[in-house]
């Protein structure tokens, strides 16, 4: 019984070995490439822990960093859709359900229904931990592309309304004070000319 | 003060963004190319959540995950050192020593001194949190250098006995269940001509 649960669970984390091949269109700061999906909920659980105590409501550090180790799963079958790709995020839910069915269903039952309501919490954006989580998720690619001179804003010509409107509004709604963060890195974007 | 503490916290985290660049010698499954180490504590990290049921004693298992995401936080300055680099191994201690200096007093003073302190903690193997955490540690790269067909054993040349007294003793100390894994692993891949 042990063996198999642990079988099982192998299977789910040799599976989402292929994160490490999911590409984002955030860089990384110190080489010329691309971040992937691995490196960016590493990002995000470090940040958890470490900035807890700027989330609006009071939240269960562990909680959050499950979430969103597990965050974008899916996306080992559904591949990454940027931000402001309106085609893509059409059919992007559909496409991220099915592979929630599957992904997380590599796991002993118990844990399969444990980290799919993980996912589907993080996605709903309704409890403290889910509104932090999202909060971070949208926080830590604008940083790295502030630091790194707005290159994929440049790139895809995103405007300042773009990026307060996908942005700001979330990430306040999980912290006040890195919510004032989202508004300062637009201004800074703004006034560099990182964003239209 | 909110303020000054948040960008303390951002400085820590960026500067970890640099293990991003740091290279293991362990290749990714699905991609001709070795993992990092944000990558490889992400992995941890999610292990330590899902595997959690089989550690020897039972763990607290925020700490742990937070102590794995910044176990390799000192190689931003004093890189990866190979498991089997003997000359590399005689310093690293007074290397990573030296980095833990620099890297965790980026952090306001109370969560240096607690991130300092985890990892002390995981380098002490003591508790029952870093008995875990170093199993993890261990199992993780032999597992991917395993289904990757055994190629960073065979480039360098390691031995059943080499690999065995590397890992498994200190695997079993933090999870019956995963020493027995770590014991299989090496038969295996002593079968399959990975290890000499």
């Known amino acids: 019984m042990e063996q198999q649960r642990l079988e099982q669970q192998l299977a789910f984390l040799l599976e989402l070995d292929k994160l490490k091949n999911v590409y984002r269109q955030t860089m990384v700061l110190h080489e010329d490439r691309q971040e992937n ?38 996306e080992v079958d559904a591949g990454d859709t940027y931000a402001y790709d309106a085609a893509g995020n059409a059919d992007k839910r559909e496409r991220e359900l099915k592979a929630a069915d599957r992904i997380f269903a590599l796991l002993p039952e118990d ?75 637009i201004e800074a974007a703004k006034r560099e000319g990182m964003l239209q």
């Not at 990026?163 to 006040?176: K, L, T």
């Open 37 to 74: 999906d691995a490196e960016h909920s590493f990002h995000l659980a470090l940040m958890a822990a470490v900035l807890a105590e700027h989330a609006k409501e009071p939240v269960n550090v562990q909680h959050v960093m499950q979430m969103v180790l597990i965050h974008d799963a899916v």
């Open 111 to 185: 844990q399969a229904a444990e980290y799919r309501s993980l996912w589907d919490e993080f996605e709903a954006r309704e409890t403290a931990e889910a509104k932090f989580a999202n909060a971070l998720d949208r926080i830590q690619p604008m940083l790295l592309n502030y630091k790194k001179g707005g290159i994929s804003w440049i790139r895809h010509g995103i405007t300042e309304e773009q990026a307060r409107n996908r942005n700001c509004a979330i990430v306040s709604d999980g912290s006040d004070t890195i919510g004032a963060l989202c508004e300062e890195i």
